[in-house]
């Protein structure tokens, strides 16, 4: 079993195996490709998304995680500001790079976002995934079981099966490794949280509550989804919905 100490060392920057940029490979896609065919539905602009004028400190000490939602439905224009703030996309530079509305590790960018829908205002409840680049979804399954399926690969949490939607954060490892090699395996935990903790405040803001969602059997999930669990693979995930009185 490998230590802390040892993992540590191994992914030092001068204890690694080169990296795939600095061999000269090129750059890996941005994002998954869209297949032919699939639904795709148009977001509002999340910058249209009106907002009150909020204090930031007041935003940061009322944020708590929430497990118990109402049976309200949240509209498209929340949903789509929800993931412009944990994975919009401000710009594609001539690299090419994405610079995104959250930090992470050499502008790597390595996850893709899906989506569980049970409550959303103009959407059927089902699976979906965030084409970020494209400001789009994309229709995965509508599929009725798929709910129970993912609540029970999340060790049955309620609050994945009665929240308003669901996010799941997709490791796209060679995103990361192409320039960090095994050290981006360190850099993807620490992108994760930086994702999730906008999607917290964002929520927040706008009378919704969230919970991050780390405790799941890796093996259901991924097989859920459809991927392998080492070249990409389910690293976290969060549940959203309104808030009570």
């Known amino acids: 079993m490998t230590t802390g100490n040892e993992y540590m060392r191994a992914s030092r920057p001068g204890v690694q195996p080169p990296s795939a940029q600095s061999l000269g490979v090129p750059y890996p896609p941005l994002e998954l490709p869209i297949p032919e065919g699939v639904r795709m539905i148009a977001l509002p602009k999340p910058k249209d998304f009106p907002l009150h004028n909020l204090d930031f400190k007041e ?16 509209s498209l224009q929340e949903l789509a500001f929800f993931l412009w703030a944990c994975q919009g996309v401000e710009r594609i530079t001539d690299k090419p790079v994405t610079f995104r509305t959250v930090p992470s590790a050499g502008s790597r960018h390595a996850f893709e976002t899906y989506i569980l829908v049970n409550r959303v205002d103009g959407l059927q409840p089902g699976l979906y995934r965030y084409a970020a680049i494209e400001h789009t979804l994309l229709e995965v399954t509508l599929d009725k079981e798929i709910n129970p399926i993912l609540t029970q690969a999340c060790l049955n949490q309620n609050q994945i099966a009665t929240s308003a939607v669901t996010f799941f954060w997709m ?35 706008t009378g919704c509550g969230v919970c991050a969602i780390g405790a799941f059997d890796d093996d259901l999930l991924n097989a859920a989804f459809h991927v392998d669990g080492e070249t990409q693979f389910v690293l976290y995930g969060a549940t959203l919905g309104r808030r009570g009185e």
């Open 59 to 74: 935003l940061i000490e009322k944020r708590r995680t929430l497990r118990k939602y109402t049976e309200e439905a949240i």
């Open 171 to 205: 490791a796209v490892v060679e995103r990361m490794t192409w320039r960090y090699s095994e050290r981006g395996y360190r850099y993807l935990f620490l992108d994760a949280g930086h994702v999730c903790q906008n999607l917290y405040l964002a929520a927040e803001a």
